[in-house]
Antibody
Framework: QVQLQESGPGLVKPSQTLSLTCTVS??????????WSWIRQHPGKGLEWIGY???????YYNPSLKSRVTISVDTSKNQFSLKLSSVTAADTAVYYC??????????WGQGTLVTVSS | QSALTQPASVSGSPGQSITISCTGT?????????VSWYQQHPGKAPKLMIY???NRPSGVPDRFSGSKSGNTASLTISGLQAEDEADYYC??????????FGGGTKLTVL
């Protein structure tokens, strides 16, 4: 049973960089066949796909966030990470990490709320 | 990229059937058979209910079914039960390439 757990600061100041890490257990990122994703949900709103990474390092991003997003992977730690730069209050959301075949997310983390505020 | 279009809310009585639509374009829903549906209860992570238009993951009741015609995908829930009350989201692969979600539909079981 694959499990994913997000970790990182719950509070980020405006203009700074949001950084989150997802630790995967019960399966290896290096085994291939899946992409490792970040998805967010603004409070009381719908889901927004941020992007995903393959174990090889290939990345695909939401065009509307592409200029501010970096997703990276550390296969030795079975982790992948999200960096979102120049954050504003509009980036306040619950951030989920997940396992995905394109457009098929079969395992989700529990989600972590990140608030952007001074 | 623009979110896929879903009705904000639908409702039905126990035992009835409801259908939720998800409208996109030829660059997403219409162009690929990679449409998924997710169920989300309050405070919980979404759960995959349908993938690749009409396939059910193991453990999802066969009351849930999916279909697609042109640029519109649909989720049908038959024999509505109280526990089906939740938010439902569609998603699709896109030509960018990326993934896009729908705005979500709140299902109320009357």
């Amino acid at each position: 049973q694959v499990q994913l757990q997000e970790s990182g600061p719950g509070l980020v100041k405006p203009s700074q960089t949001l950084s989150l890490t997802c630790t995967v257990s019960g399966g290896s990122i290096s085994s291939g066949g899946y992409y490792w994703s970040w998805i967010r949900q603004h409070p009381g709103k719908g889901l927004e796909w941020i992007g995903y990474i393959y174990y090889s390092g290939s990345t695909y991003y939401n065009p509307s966030l592409k200029s501010r997003v970096t997703i990276s992977v550390d296969t030795s730690k079975n982790q992948f990470s999200l960096k979102l730069s120049s954050v504003t209050a509009a980036d306040t959301a619950v951030y989920y990490c997940a396992r995905e075949r394109p457009a098929v997310v079969d395992y989700w983390g529990q989600g972590t709320l990140v608030t952007v505020s001074s | 990229q623009s979110a896929l279009t879903q009705p904000a809310s639908v409702s039905g009585s126990p035992g009835q059937s409801i259908t939720i639509s998800c409208t996109g374009t030829s660059s997403d829903v219409g162009g690929y058979n990679y449409v998924s549906w997710y169920q989300q209860h309050p405070g919980k992570a979404p759960k995959l209910m349908i993938y690749e238009v009409s396939n059910r993951p193991s453990g999802v009741p066969d009351r849930f079914s999916g279909s697609k015609s042109g640029n519109t995908a649909s989720l049908t829930i038959s024999g509505l039960q109280a526990e089906d009350e939740a938010d439902y989201y569609c998603s699709s692969y896109t030509s960018s390439p990326s993934v896009v979600f729908g705005g979500g539909t709140k299902l109320t079981v009357l």
